[in-house]
């Protein structure tokens, strides 16, 4: 497994990502150890995870997925893993803000509280990469760095990241931080995958000329690329079939932007493809994605030890250009299927 750096840190990674957002609700305590174990087995050092999960998030199973990770964690050896968790913030409409009375805005104050709880969750006495789950445009940058950094002066936390962060986000962020002599972000965590490519534009360039390494999450794209939603179909357990049916409107109309006629399309067509390689979709979609050269990890996610082994077939699999432009080809002809006027949203 290759290892990559992650921004201008000292922090290297292997170049796949254990994301955890399912472990104490599609996957149980048990599950989510042996998937970790396996994970471990096939050579993967870096673990994602945040104080929200497991997702959809709630009040009541807030901070669950911590638990498991932090637990799991005493049987290994922490030294040789690389553990990363997300502050929250404000949510942009996932949740009800707020989650915890006063821990919704990325201030000092829920900052420093967060990450104490994630330590104390997750049983460690530091944190590899923490990062801002959702940014807070409506706050100034530098009091949200300002606190970051103090996290690492205090040798609680290495190096900081965000996530679903936009360009001009990310910019500013970095320009605060070397205006004031702050701890600069050296990732950001956004949706990345082969019918969400809207990183390929703004951001892969901002990740390119400034250092700061991408980590896509969710590059399935939802479960969707396995197929299993094809036809109409809703099966039992998936994520995007139980927000179909009994969701709030929130998580239905996200249902509705990765279920669609153009996302649907784009997997049959991409089936074809996997299979004159004698491969997955699973399996090409993660290779597709690590190959990109703005992106140091790729976070795969599994509820089953199933699940893992499809996506650990890309370890070592590298796409050839006769296939990246079959892929390419898709892709001009079905343009960002997650909207649906075909637009680049960025």
Sequence with gaps: MKRKRLG?????????????????????????????????????????????????????????????????????????LIIATKVTGPGHGWF?????????????RAIHKSCEDSLRRLQTDYIDL????????????????????????????????????????LMKNLWEAEKHGLKRFDTVQNNFSLINRRCESELAQVCRMEGVSLLPYSPLGGGVLTGKYNDGALPKGARFSEYMVTGNDRQKRMARRFLN??????????????????????????AWSKQHDFVASTIIGATTLEQLE???????????????????????AIPNPMTEDGLRRL
């Design 130 to 169: 923490y990062q801002t789950h959702w940014p807070d445009h409506g706050m100034r940058q530098e009091d949200t760095l300002e606190a970051l950094t103090e996290l690492v002066d205090q040798g609680k936390v290495r190096a900081i990241g965000c996530s679903n962060e936009t360009s001009w986000g």
């Design 96 to 108: 009800r803000p707020p989650v915890r009375e006063g821990f919704t805005y990325l201030d000092r």
């Design 261 to 286: 006629d153009r996302t649907i399309e784009t997997t049959k067509r991409l089936q074809v493809i996997a299979a004159d390689l004698g491969i997955t979709v699973t399996a090409l979609a993660v």
């Design 310 to 332: 499809e996506s650990l077939k890309a370890v070592d699999l590298v796409l050839d250009d006769e296939t990246l432009r079959r892929i390419t080809e898709i892709d001009e």
């Design 8 to 80: 201008r840190s000292g922090l290297v990674v292997t170049d796949i990502c254990m994301g955890t957002m399912t472990f104490g609700l599609q996957a149980d305590e048990k599950t989510s150890f042996a998937i970790m174990d396996r994970a471990v087995e096939a050579g993967i050092d870096f673990f994602d995870t945040a104080e929200m999960y497991p997702v959809p998030p709630s009040a009541e199973k807030f901070g669950i997925t911590e638990d498991i990770v932090g637990r799991w964690l005493q049987s290994v050896d922490r030294e040789k």
